[in-house]
């Protein structure tokens, strides 16, 4: 992997050297890991006028390979403790003679800057705006393996849960199970707080799960995500709890699932964002569900859950090959419940068949 973090930092320096700054200050996280590999906590990382560093407050843990930052990268661990490796690190750039420095402004908190200032009062600071997470869009195939494998996990926590007796437990401890059998199956831990809605609570977007138990006749919805190595994936299910779905509950589960496979077909490289939330879009609205709609129809994912591109009415831009992102529209009925299917998949040309569908438990409406 050393190669490919040495690839990513050339992009990103490569784009500051456009802008004038021969130096460069990561500090978002998941901008960090995606550079330098996996670093302690509050690392950040510089992009030297002459030498990259990795500045953190401790060492990184050496008990696992996978959980070590790219070995080419010299570390610079801060003596003693309470110390800000953000502020260290424009020390360190100014000591190498740099006379600006990019920096992530959308993340960088004002006291930050402030220190900064007073420890580098001769460096200028600009801004590197969103370009280590335009960089982020587009996955190689090894990124995209390890989305692949944590929609298996994922996968398979859902189906163990499937198998159990649902009835009479409650929301909370349904979550919490999944996010139990998620770990067991081998992730880091969820992508993201499990929701689990019965009743007339499913299909809520973002749903808490409460202490409301599963009844009878009841649609089930489920959202949850695995991480894997950093990389997070998504999925959400509904089923109906009894012998046999109400007719209702069939007319709008057919309903949701024809939206979500419309947006699935239309995911193929250079279209539009809005064109596949349209599509998922108009499938709803044209039954009338319009005010029931959440407010995109699915994103990216990767080291981040939510990431570009969002696929929104309102979105800009184009998806290109290898790009994974969610569709997940849904309906949510106040006081009846809904319906909610989210999918992972990574777009494909169609020469390569298509969009590649990462989670694939069945969206078929199983009574439970």
């Given at each position: 992997m050393s190669e490919v973090y040495a690839v990513?930092?050339?992009?990103?320096?490569?784009?500051?050297?456009?802008?004038?700054?021969?130096?460069?200050?990561?500090?978002?996280?998941?901008?960090?890991?995606?550079?330098?590999?996996?670093?302690?906590?509050?690392?950040?990382?510089?992009?030297?006028?002459?030498?990259?560093?990795?500045?953190?407050?401790?060492?990184?843990?050496?008990r696992a390979p996978h959980n070590r930052p790219d070995e080419a990268l010299r570390l610079h661990v801060m003596p003693g403790i309470g110390g800000d490796p953000a502020v260290a690190a424009a020390g360190l750039a100014?000591?190498?003679?740099?006379?600006?420095?990019?920096?992530?402004?959308?993340?960088?908190?004002v006291a930050r800057h402030r220190e900064i200032g007073s420890v580098a009062p001769r460096l200028r600071l600009a801004g590197?705006?969103?370009?280590?997470?335009?960089?982020?869009?587009?996955?190689?195939?090894?990124?995209?393996?390890?989305?692949?494998?944590?929609?298996?996990?994922?996968?398979?926590?859902?189906?163990?849960?499937l198998e159990s007796i649902l009835v009479g437990r409650t929301e909370r401890h349904l979550a919490l199970e999944l996010e139990r059998?998620?770990?067991?199956?081998?992730?880091?831990?969820?992508a993201?707080?499990?929701?689990?809605?019965?009743?007339?609570?499913?299909?809520?977007?973002?749903?808490?799960?409460?202490?409301?138990?599963?009844?009878?006749?009841?649609?089930?919805?489920?959202?949850?995500?695995?991480t894997y190595r950093g990389y997070r994936c998504e999925i959400g299910r509904t089923f109906v709890i009894g012998t046999a779905p109400a007719d209702w509950q069939i007319e709008l589960y057919d309903l949701v699932f024809s939206a979500q496979r419309a947006g699935r077909e239309s995911l193929v490289p250079g279209a539009a964002c809005r064109d596949v939330d349209r599509a998922a879009r108009q499938v709803l609205d044209s039954a009338g569900y319009a005010e029931a709609l959440p407010v995109l129809t699915g994103h990216g994912v990767g080291l981040e859950i939510d990431e570009d591109p969002q696929l929104t009415p309102a979105a800009m831009g184009k998806?290109?090959?290898?790009?994974?992102?969610?569709?997940?529209p849904g309906v949510h009925l106040p006081g009846r419940g809904g319906v909610r299917i989210d999918d992972t998949l990574v777009v494909r040309p169609e020469a390569d068949g298509g969009p590649e569908l990462l989670t694939i438990t069945t969206k078929e409406l199983l009574a439970l």
């Open positions: 990513r930092r050339t992009r990103l320096r490569e784009c500051c050297n456009a802008g004038g700054s021969a130096a460069a200050l990561v500090s978002r996280p998941a901008n960090v890991r995606y550079l330098a590999g996996p670093a302690p906590e509050g690392a950040v990382l510089l992009l030297g006028r002459t030498e990259d560093l990795l500045v953190c407050a401790g060492p990184p843990d050496d100014a000591g190498q003679g740099a006379d600006s420095l990019a920096v992530e402004e959308h993340h960088l908190t590197i705006a969103g370009a280590v997470e335009q960089l982020r869009v587009v996955k190689d195939e090894e990124e995209i393996s390890c989305l692949r494998i944590g929609a298996e996990i994922a996968d398979q926590a859902l189906g163990e849960l059998r998620l770990v067991d199956h081998g992730a880091d831990g969820p993201f707080p499990t929701s689990v809605a019965t009743g007339p609570h499913a299909g809520r977007p973002g749903h808490r799960p409460t202490d409301r138990r599963v009844e009878e006749g009841d649609f089930l919805s489920v959202c949850l995500g695995a998806l290109d090959a290898c790009v994974p992102v969610t569709v997940e």
